[in-house]
């Protein structure tokens, strides 16, 4: 795609980033097929293509950002799921983080809006408060359906309709420590990121990583120091809080490599996982930072890509059971992770199977399933009949956004992939998952 920016305005380097990625474009459009909002919406406005267009015209004519452009790119998933299609390697995600910042400073957001991002952005990134929050919600839920009705606080409706019905308590295996790996063999060290929204809904995650990784060997680190990710406010377009939950999480992984090594940092949700792999690119203008963000990135590893690369022993029991893997939007087409996961399950002795559209997203997306629940809602549901239609016992995958989104409207229980591996190499069934199948192995 030709472009016409200035020498001055390509001196940003946010600009000359961006110009690099629009020159890449050559319009084809084979992008929009697997565009979840252009197949549920039919707007080429609401396609990458035309996203791509609308970003180009704000920046090269180095416009505030309006209500138009708002409202398309707000629509936008960050499904990446244009990423995997694009035949030119158009870097969408680097181009829609630009454009999102840009809003963020040029764009004046009606009120409850603005109230609604700045709470999202006070709440979610902070374990405490998202439990406080939660506390709260259960008191508003029954009101969610009359918010619904009201379009000022649609968000807030469909924020109470998400809340879990019960919360569980704070793990302990979470506090910052140690824990050694079991048996006389050490084959690995790595931390793992406590992160915030899902230590919140589902700590027993983390645990049962935990639980797995120190079973089979592998010493694993909770870092002092680490927090969010900094995915929910970037994906607002909150630069300054996004760098600076980044930097903190850089500091927290360089002491702990210092003090001992780390052979990968494991994140178990694979939103974040995005984000961290993304952090040499996001702190490369921060000389004090972007070797150090680059080699975290490097070591940030999907807790089943870390698994795939260990040499595992046979399973304890062959369970048998049928799950359906549905593979989040940050794993295939964030961090094009696609084998691992579902060769691990069938190792382990689960029969796998694929929902059709596996490409497409659930609706969950971060706070877009708040924000936009209208279509976050259309999406989970094309996605649940999809993998219902499997015939499946269980879904498994590996984001806690997907986890809660499927899970409100599925009848099947949806588990974390690393629960069933870890019950497959002798931790605890998953709660929700039946034992009818199981095939203990002979001592
Ligand atoms: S990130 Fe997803 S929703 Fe956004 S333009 Fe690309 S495919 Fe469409
Ligand atoms: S597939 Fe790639 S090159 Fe084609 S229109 Fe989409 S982003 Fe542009």
Redesign the pocket.
């Known amino acids: 795609m030709q472009t016409n920016f200035s020498l001055a305005q390509l001196a940003d380097p946010h600009v000359a980033e961006s110009e690099k990625i629009l020159r890449k474009c050559v319009h084809c459009g084979f992008?929009t097929a697997?565009?979840?909002?252009?197949v549920t919406l039919g707007n080429e406005l609401d396609?990458?293509r035309g996203?791509i267009y609308l970003i180009k015209d704000m920046l090269e004519n180095g416009r505030p950002a309006d209500k138009e452009i708002v409202t398309h790119i707000d629509r936008?998933?960050?499904?990446?799921?244009?990423m995997t299609t694009c035949p030119s390697g158009v870097n969408?995600m680097h181009l829609?983080d630009h454009a999102r910042a840009h809003i963020e400073e040029t764009y004046k957001r009606p009120l409850p809006d603005r109230l609604t991002r700045a709470m999202l952005a006070f709440v979610l990134p902070y374990p405490a408060r998202f439990r406080a929050a939660l506390k709260l919600a259960k008191l508003g839920r029954p009101f969610a359906g009359l918010f619904e009705k009201v379009p000022a606080l649609k968000p807030l409706g469909a924020m109470l309709k998400l809340a879990p019905a019960s919360i569980p308590a704070a793990s302990p295996m979470a506090s910052p420590g140690i824990h050694a790996g079991q048996g006389a063999r050490k084959i690995g060290r790595v931390a793992i990121l406590t992160g915030c929204a899902q230590s919140v809904l589902d700590p027993s995650i983390n645990d049962t990583t935990i639980a797995l990784l120190t079973r089979l060997g592998v010493e694993v680190v909770v870092p002092e120091g680490e927090g969010c990710c900094g995915a929910l406010v970037h994906h607002m377009g909150r630069e300054d809080a996004a760098l600076a939950s980044a930097r903190r999480n850089v500091d927290a992984w360089m002491r702990a490599i210092d003090q001992g090594g780390l052979d990968a940092i494991v994140i178990t949700a694979s939103g974040c996982g995005t984000t961290i792999k993304d952090y040499g690119f996001m702190l490369r203008l921060d000389p004090a930072y972007a070797e150090k963000a680059a080699r975290v990135s490097a070591l940030a590893k999907d807790v089943t890509e870390y698994l795939a690369s260990l040499d595992l022993p046979e399973p304890v029991r062959t369970p048998g059971t049928i799950v359906a893997y549905h593979s989040a939007c940050s794993m295939q087409h964030g961090q094009k992770i696609t084998r691992q996961p579902k060769e691990l399950l069938a190792k382990a002795g689960f029969v796998v199977r694929e929902p059709r559209e596996g490409h497409l997203?659930c609706g969950s997306a971060g706070t877009y399933n708040i924000l936009q629940s209208g279509i976050s809602a259309q999406l989970r549901d094309r996605k649940v009949r999809n993998i219902e239609a499997t015939g499946a016992e269980i879904v498994a995958t590996g984001n806690i956004g997907c986890i809660t989104q499927i899970a409100s409207a599925a009848k099947m229980p949806v588990v974390h992939t690393v629960k069933l591996l870890d019950w497959a190499y002798g931790g605890p069934r998953p709660q929700g998952v039946r034992e009818d199948r199981t095939v203990v192995a002979a001592e």
């Open positions: 992008c697997t565009c979840p909002t252009y396609s990458p996203r936008c998933l960050s499904c990446l799921a244009c969408y829609v997203c």
